[in-house]
C-alpha cells in the first residue's frame, strides 16, 4: 500500500518567504508528526497531531512555525519569514493510533534551503 | 528529560563481519526504545523495538538488539553485515507526555560503513 508522502521533495527559498510543507500520511492512520533533521541539531520533534488537534505546540521551533491538519488525514507545516536556520530536511510520520507501542512510518522528507 | 545517546558517529566494519552500535537512554520509566535506519535519500525505517517482554529482539534485516536496564542499553547487533547495510541508524526513546504519546526522541546517529 501506499505509504506516508511528502511534498515538495525539495524547496528552496529565499530568506524571508513564507513556505508551505504537506504530508499525506497513511490511509487510516489517526496520529501524524513531524521532525526536523539538521547537522547540527539531529532528528528533532516538533509537533503531534491526533486526528485534527495538537496537543502541544512547545516543540514548535519558534512563533513563525505553525502546522494544521485537516479532515484527520493531510497536514501541512508552513515557516513564516524563513531564516538561514530553518534550513533542514523535514520528516512527517504517521502511526495507526497514538499510542507509544504503535510503529511511526516514515515519509522521504522535504529539504527545505534557505538562502 | 530523557536523552538517548549513540557514542559513536562513525563506525567501519568489513562486509561479513559482526557489527555492534550502541544506544544509551536516559529516562525515569520503562522505556519503549526503538532502532531506525535511514539509508541515502530515503526516510527512516523502523528495524525493531523493544516494549517490555524478552529482553532480546529480532527485527528485520537480520538484526537484533537487546536492552539491559543495569546499564541503561539498548544495542543494535548483526553477526554478519553485508554491503547495503550501509547507512545512518538512530537508536529512539518514546516519549511520554501527561496526556499521552508525544514523538520520538532520536540520539544523534551511527554513520556504518561497510569495507569489501
Known amino acids: 500500500g501506499a505509504g506516508v508522502s511528502q511534498s515538495p521533495s525539495n524547496k528552496v527559498t529565499e530568506k524571508g518567504k513564507d513556505v508551505e510543507l504537506r504530508c499525506d500520511p497513511i490511509?487510516?492512520?489517526?496520529?501524524l508528526y513531524w521532525y526536523r533533521q539538521s547537522l547540527g541539531q539531529g532528528l528533532e520533534f516538533l509537533i503531534y497531531?491526533?486526528?485534527?488537534?495538537?496537543?502541544?505546540k512547545s516543540g514548535l521551533p519558534s512563533d513563525r512555525f505553525s502546522a494544521e491538519r485537516t479532515g484527520g488525514s493531510v497536514s501541512t507545516l508552513t515557516i513564516q519569514r524563513t531564516q538561514q536556520e530553518d534550513s533542514a530536511v523535514y520528516l512527517c510520520?504517521?502511526?495507526?493510533?497514538?499510542?507509544?507501542?504503535?510503529?511511526?512510518?516514515f515519509g522521504p522528507g522535504t529539504r527545505l534551503t534557505v538562502l | 528529560a530523557q536523552s538517548v545517546t549513540q557514542p559513536d558517529i562513525h563506525i567501519t566494519v568489513s562486509e561479513g563481519a559482526s557489527l555492534e552500535l550502541r544506544c544509551n537512554y536516559s529516562y525515569g520509566a520503562t522505556p519503549y526504545l526503538f532502532w531506525y535506519v535511514q539509508s541515502p535519500g530515503q526516510g527512516l525505517q523502523l528495524l525493531l523495538k523493544y516494549f517490555s517482554g524478552d529482553t532480546l529482539v529480532q527485527g528485520i534485516k537480520g538484526f537484533e538488539a537487546e536492552f539491559k536496564r543495569s546499564q541503561s542499553s539498548f544495542n543494535l547487533r548483526k553477526p554478519s553485515v553485508h554491503w547495503s547495510d550501509a547507512a545512518e541508524y538512530f537508536c529512539a526513546v518514546a516519549e511520554h507526555s501527561g496526556g499521552g504519546a508525544d514523538g520520538l526522541t532520536f540520539g544523534k546517529g551511527t554513520h556504518l560503513i561497510i569495507q569489501p
Open positions: 497531531f491526533q486526528g485534527n488537534s495538537a496537543p502541544d
Open positions: 510520520a504517521s502511526s495507526p493510533r497514538q499510542y507509544l507501542t504503535d510503529t511511526q512510518y
Open positions: 490511509s487510516g492512520h489517526t496520529a
